[in-house]
């Protein structure tokens, strides 16, 4: 059966009745374009999450992880570059009001002429394009001065960058190594939307791998197959995926190299995430402006090394998105059409759904107990209201990957049927041996 088409009404529909994304201060009408996460959206970004800081951090000898401030001194955003650079050409249509980026105008739609394709704006009257910055100012204290603003950050990596000679001494770092951190970034943008794709309070995943410069090429290239390599690993189809070189021309000024790993979103091919060579530029710049040496000494040449980086800088809550239009499926079970997400087993919200056949002869109780037991293991979800093909069609929506059920049998042989979301395959798993065979499928 071929796959449904996703759209992103589906997902945006299906987030909010299951759980997954409210629309913030919905209550009030909601505020443009935040959204807030519920019981399952907020699980799902957790185990991205864990699952990216595993993979890069935990399983790494070569990198160790931060948790810098969103606030930090204004002198940074001078220095990054992010203060006078950090901006996006702004225009304004005279006839419809509407405020589009200059260089996107191709994405938006007008207005005005609803009706018409997205990107025809050819007789709107639009004002010459203005740079407008991106950073979100704020003041920090009470005096309502020049002095007390600064910025919320644009992106995690800074942090990282001025923080270059506290990780390295205190954790004795030898290059190649890599830093990374995730939270909560804040971008102005001129234009938000496709639901979680595009926000002016978003989560970042990024890392800043040090290396020296005549490795940086081959690291670069290293790390577009390894970030490929792990959204593949959290169940992402592969036909959805690519790398997409930028061309010298379309480059950051601080970029010798950068690749986008695209993902095909229900409007085509877009950004996940950018790995990007960054060369010296951040450690430079802050050096000069700091005066402190942001450099590293060969211990066997003594040679000093100002180190490239290579970022691997991902969205989490973009891909929080992608991971639902990815999952997004329709199909038929048991005669009836059912609607699916198929989770792989590492990020799936609720990875085991617990159900007595009957509220009845002890099997409440004893899948109260299979709960118990495998909730610190991973997490787990009781349900004894309604028809068992309910309860796994609930579970099938919100994209629980196992479902097993206590009846007859579990009360005298000690085994539950464990159902299997995407093939409906059923098999007989004797209780004690449940958290391994999971353990099993979620690794495969
Ligand atoms: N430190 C490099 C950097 O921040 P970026 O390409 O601007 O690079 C990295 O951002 C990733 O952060 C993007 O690939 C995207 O996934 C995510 N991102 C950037 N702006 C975003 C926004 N307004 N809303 C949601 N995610 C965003």
Redesign the pocket.
């Known amino acids: 059966m071929p796959r449904a088409e996703v759209t992103l009404d589906k997902i945006v529909s299906l987030s909010k009745r299951r759980g997954f994304v409210f629309q913030a201060s919905e209550i009030y009408g909601g505020f443009e374009s935040t959204w807030d996460y519920g019981p399952l959206g907020v699980e799902l970004k957790r185990r991205i999450a864990d699952a990216w800081w595993r993979d890069m951090v935990m399983a790494r000898e070569d990198v160790v992880g931060l948790d810098s401030a969103i606030l930090q001194a204004p002198k940074v955003w001078e220095v990054s570059g992010h203060a006078t650079g950090f901006n996006d050409p702004l225009v304004d249509c005279k006839a419809c009001k509407g405020r589009f980026r200059a260089d996107k105008l191709a994405m938006s739609q007008c207005p005005r002429k609803p009706s018409k394709h997205p990107g025809e704006h050819s007789d709107c009257a639009l004002t010459p394009p203005r740079q407008f910055n991106m950073m979100f100012k704020t003041q920090v204290g009470p005096v309502e001065d020049s002095a007390a603003i600064t910025y919320l950050r644009?992106?995690?990596?800074q942090g990282i960058f001025t923080n270059f000679l506290n990780v390295q001494q205190t954790m004795r770092m030898k290059l190649p190594f890599g830093v990374a951190q995730m939270g909560k970034?804040f971008?102005n943008?001129i234009v938000?939307g496709n639901f979680?794709?595009?926000?002016?309070e978003?989560e970042?995943m990024?890392m800043e791998y040090f290396c020296r410069p005549e490795e940086s090429a081959a690291k670069f290239e290293y790390w577009v197959a390894e970030r490929l390599r792990w959204y593949r690993s959290i169940g992402l189809r592969e036909e959805n995926l690519r790398a997409r070189p930028y061309e010298k021309k379309d480059l950051a000024h601080y970029a010798a190299a950068c690749t986008?790993i695209e993902y095909r979103y229900p409007w085509g091919w877009d950004?996940?995430?950018?790995v990007?060579n960054r060369t010296t530029f951040d450690l430079t710049r802050h050096s000069e402006a700091s005066g402190k040496k942001l450099q590293w000494m060969d211990p066997d040449t003594k040679e000093w090394i100002t180190p490239h980086v290579v970022?691997p800088?991902?969205?989490l809550?973009?891909?929080v998105l992608v991971a639902l239009l990815d999952a997004y499926d329709e199909d038929v079970a048991d005669g009836e059409p059912r609607t699916l997400l198929r989770f792989h087993p590492r990020i799936a919200p609720i990875t085991l759904g617990v159900f007595p056949l009957v509220k009845r002869d002890g099997m409440p109780e004893k899948a109260r107990e299979i709960v118990r037991r495998y909730l610190d293991r991973f997490p787990v979800f009781y349900d004894e209201s309604g028809a068992i093909g309910r309860r796994y069609r609930r579970q099938d929506e919100v994209g629980t990957p196992f479902c097993a059920t206590v009846d007859g049998e579990t009360m005298t042989g000690g085994t539950v049927t464990i159902r299997e979301r995407d093939s409906m395959k059923q098999e007989r798993v004797r209780i004690e041996a449940i958290g391994d065979w999971i353990d099993a499928r979620t690794r495969a």
């Open positions: 644009p992106e995690t990596a970034s971008r943008e938000t979680l794709f595009r926000t002016r978003f970042q990024e986008d950004e996940l995430e950018g990007a970022e800088a991902a969205g809550s973009r891909l």
